[in-house]
């Protein structure tokens, strides 16, 4: 790791924690593998090796490359990388830029003397920003250029104040709301003395997008981006969500679903668990005059992040269980980072079990309602202390063993129920009645019942385990008894089937 | 003021672990009961399901107490829990506490004597 001051430092890319630099990073990083085709890899050794070669010669010219590809259909797309120049010997920034704006004049200039640069597609975040105007003529498009790349001083006041002509996600700059008397204190300079080569970033951010398109409704046009402060992470999960979109073109399955089903595969190969507990989901769509409409960002909050990090737990959440009549299915590892309660869901699932519709889908449930009723208890016990108590730092390890302790302990106590009687049909009387009890939530009748079905049970009633757990979990919990009654249910339905 | 009785007011209000206590009134009634018979229990606890079941503490107590009122050294440390604990409760606490005393009831089941 080299010492701050040094040069290199200043020239390896990576996330900043500023979102919209970190955007536009990766918005950086996927023009470079969409025009020459390196990957996160091979572009960081291209920046260690050779960084005014990326930045002042390969970076214009894949921008307006990648401009023109979009436009003309990918015909673009074929011309082998081979032609493309490699600024032999030079290390001189404006050299580099020179040679590269030589290409670019060479190859795609127009009758008027232009590149026809176009702010279509994601580029419309840019409309009539600087050199999309159609009225640019090269000079002025090779002049805003030098000016993005720091080759020139800032002569175009639109880039000296970072704020909603550059950036959609910012107000513009005299309406910043608590300056009143200065404008925007996001300058350039103060950017670039931060993050070298800042104004690219602000070049690719809608570059690092993912567009999804809704026929049925423009309005519903959005594009979407996966956000955490793991460089590579991001990388990773943007890609697989933006394969994800492009083969399922038919089911139009939501975003977070998608987005989901990314990040859960690629937790499995990184393990990064420090980007997993600050995440979000940066979506936006503009309106014909580039108003933002539909701007969302959704963290993941860090229990939440913890509790999926276990290989077991994860894996029996992550599963879609049916819970109404029609076909309707919900992902239980969406319902739980949403931080929607559990309960419900299998409850109706439960339901749906007890008129015979559906065979039940026992372990996700008992990991639904065990990490649901600890997460419960956890809160109570602290509710009082701070928010940034020991267990958060720990990253909820203790909390995260009591669930998995619970889940044996349970599974075990709570099975012993079957022994309450050998049919099956009896045993499913007593699952509806008490089912009936848990929908008003009634733990009196909850347990009259119970133990009145059980009087009659000389060895059940007896059975230290059991009265044990139905004192300690049912008794005297206040908090969550009715998802340790659930489990009961579902251990009286679960040995029906069998039967 | 007794530290037992505070536990089913603060109960209403607050959040002490409730679990250990219960505990100490399910071993008492345990040891209470152990030597009764199984059909005599059998029909006790139906009768105070019953009795719990409408949140009728006066019969509630009646019962039990009618149960436990006899010469018997057993009793002794539930006559003592009983003594700390009888109260009048809000139902929640009712509850959980007259559950505790079934279980306890319930949990003797396979050790008591046929005497009858």
């Known amino acids: 790791m080299n010492s701050i001051g040094q040069p290199q430092i200043n020239q390896q890319i990576d996330f900043t924690g500023n979102w919209f630099i970190d955007i536009g990073m990766l918005g950086f990083i996927n023009l470079m593998e969409e025009v020459y085709g390196w990957n996160l890899d091979v572009l960081r050794e291209e920046i260690e090796s050779e960084p005014e070669k990326v930045y002042y010669g390969y970076f214009p010219l894949a921008y307006i490359r990648y401009n023109l590809m979009k436009q003309r259909e990918k015909k673009l797309n074929k011309t082998n990388n081979n032609e493309l120049p490699f600024f032999k010997g030079s290390v001189d920034k404006k050299q580099i830029f020179e040679e590269s704006w030589k290409f670019i004049e060479d190859n795609y200039l127009d009758d008027d003397g232009r590149i026809p640069l176009s702010s279509s597609n994601e580029f419309y975040y840019f409309h009539n920003f600087l050199f999309f105007q159609p009225k640019w003529k090269k000079e002025k498009q090779k002049s805003a250029f030098e000016e993005i790349l720091g080759l020139k001083n800032l002569e175009d006041d639109v880039l000296v104040h970072i704020d909603k002509t550059v950036c959609k996600f910012l107000p513009s700059k005299e309406e910043f709301p608590n300056i009143s008397y200065t404008g925007s204190l996001i300058t350039n300079d103060t950017l670039q003395n931060i993050v070298p080569h800042s104004t690219i970033f602000v070049l690719t951010f809608p570059l690092g997008f993912i567009s999804f398109i809704n026929e049925k409704d423009e309005k519903e046009n959005r594009r979407t981006m996966f956000y955490s402060s793991d460089m590579k992470f991001s990388y990773k999960i943007n890609k697989k969500i933006k394969q994800m979109v492009e083969r399922s073109t038919e089911k139009k399955e939501s975003i977070f679903t998608v987005t989901w089903e990314a990040i859960i595969d690629t937790l499995i190969e990184l393990k990064s668990q420090w980007a997993l507990e600050n995440m979000y989901l940066v979506s936006y769509n503009l309106t014909d005059n580039q108003n933002l409409i539909n701007v969302e960002y959704i963290g993941i909050p860090k229990l939440q992040a913890a509790i999926i990090m276990d290989d077991t737990i994860r894996e029996n959440l992550n599963k879609y269980i049916r819970y109404s009549k029609e076909i309707k299915w919900k992902w239980l590892i969406q319902e739980f980072i949403k931080g929607n309660l559990l309960y419900p869901t299998i409850m109706n699932h439960l339901n749906l079990v007890l008129n015979k519709d559906l065979e039940l889908s026992y372990s996700s449930s008992l990991y639904s309602l065990l990490v649901e009723s600890k997460i419960l208890e956890f809160k109570k016990k602290n509710e009082k202390s701070q928010i940034f108590s020991p267990d958060y730092f720990d990253n909820y390890k203790s909390l995260i063993k009591n669930i998995k302790d619970e889940i044996s302990f349970t599974s075990f106590a709570s099975g012993l129920i079957n022994q309450i009687s050998e049919s099956a049909e009896t045993k499913n009387r007593i699952a509806r009645e008490l089912f009936e009890t848990l929908k008003s939530n009634n733990k009196n009748m909850f347990l009259n019942i119970l133990l009145k079905n059980l009087n009659g049970n000389k060895e059940l009633s007896s059975n230290r385990n059991f009265y044990n757990w139905i004192l300690k979990k049912i008794i005297a919990n206040n908090t969550s008894f009715e998802m340790y009654g659930l489990i009961l249910v579902m251990n009286l339905l679960r040995r029906k089937k069998n039967e | ?116």
Request: glycine content about 4%; proline content about 3%.
């Open chain 2, 1 to 116: 003021m007794n530290e037992k009785n505070m536990y089913y007011w603060q109960k209403v209000v607050g959040d002490r672990p409730i679990s250990m206590d219960l505990e100490d009134i399910r071993e008492a009634v345990s040891e209470g009961f152990k030597s009764e018979s199984l059909n005599y229990k059998q029909k006790l606890v139906y009768n105070l399901l019953e009795t719990i079941r409408n949140n009728d503490q006066k019969e509630f107590f009646y019962i039990l107490l009618k149960a436990i009122n006899k010469p018997k050294k057993d009793y002794a440390r539930l006559l003592e829990q009983l003594n700390n604990n009888y109260d009048v409760m809000p139902e929640e606490a009712f509850v959980n506490f007259a559950y505790t005393v079934v279980i306890g009831i319930m949990a003797t089941y396979d050790g008591g004597e046929k005497n009858e």
